[in-house]
């Protein structure tokens, strides 16, 4: 069944969600603003997207009935997240339509997929092979020592990755993995890391967001500027290469692409079938932010105006900040100081309980003057608490 060719979905129809965290949660935000109802399919019955939703189906992902259910009550569906599996994807896909589409997710689903799509498609990437057992780590070439060992289903924040200098090193992680397929990466030395989010049409039209140069910490996100640092041509080409993945894969909704600068040329990282952690700063500084864009590319509407109209820098707020004075006991950081800053943004995203590594809100600077605003974010970032490493 084919849904290609379908009139733009107007408000006020009911959009479906598969995933209620806090990518979910923008989401309804910005479809509520818009008009539009919002289903979100989730198994946690405090996520924080089914919490404000018109509808929270509390069931698995691979629920038939749950699916129904949501494909009946539902003009389109999406996901907030890469590992809803593709099989759900496929099956809403036979009665509405699914952008993206399951094959666009599966490819980000699999880190040997991911690779192997990108060197097809011969798009800039570090070396790598492929490990599904010892003797192929035994055979693997000289020059992706030191490396980085990655699991390649259901990695996310650094859960998953082992750094290996030596072939022995690998074979421990391999059995700390517990045999699972993995793929050994060449560790490339960093100048640093930007990411690009987009949103692609199902005209094929693409809008960019300026690209945002990263830092993080422990494998997780912890801050991301706007501007990047890097020339014109540098952040120009790593538009281009995000949108030449996002064509390759015909791929329709908002899509995140990490990319690494080495010695001033750009790697492609991994993708991301959804809005990114890395673009937040969109929603306070971008004259249209990354979920309104997913909303739009869902319903086939014309794609908003992606441009920023301030510098911005956002900061990750994980819930060991909740456990500073104590612990074993959570407290509430001092939320005072951060609306002592004018110009910032604070977003809570309403999870019950938190946790090391969890993220549980960002707060996002904005300004005209780039060095301005970074200055501002990393002085509110040591006043509430959060240590450098």
Known sequence: MSHKNHAPILPPATLGMLGGGQLGRFFVVAAHEMGYKVAVLDPDLNSPAGAIADQHIVAAYDDRNALDVLSQSCAAVTTEFENVPAETLAYLAKFVPVRPDASCVSIAQNRI???????????????????RSEADIDQAAAELFPGILKVVR?????????RVKTAEEARAAFKAFKGETCVLEKMLALDYEISVVLARGADGRVACFPPAENLHTNGILDVSAVPATGSEALIGQAEILAAQIAEKMHYVGVLGV????????????????RPHNSGHYTIDACITNQFEQQVRALCGLPLGDARAHSAAVMVNLLGDLWYQQDKHHSNE?????????????LHLYGKQQARAGRKMGHFTVIGSNPAEVRAAALSARKAIGIADE
């Open 333 to 345: 950081p001092e939320w005072n100081e951060l609306f002592d800053v004018p110009n910032l943004k």
């Open 154 to 162: 259901f990695g996310y924040d650094g859960k998953g990755q082992a």
């Open 258 to 273: 990490e990319f690494f600068v080495v010695h001033g040329e750009l790697f492609a990282n991994e993708m991301a079938p």
């Open 113 to 131: 997929a991911e690779k192997t799509f990108l060197r097809d498609n011969h798009i800039p990437h570090a070396p790598f092979a492929e490990i």
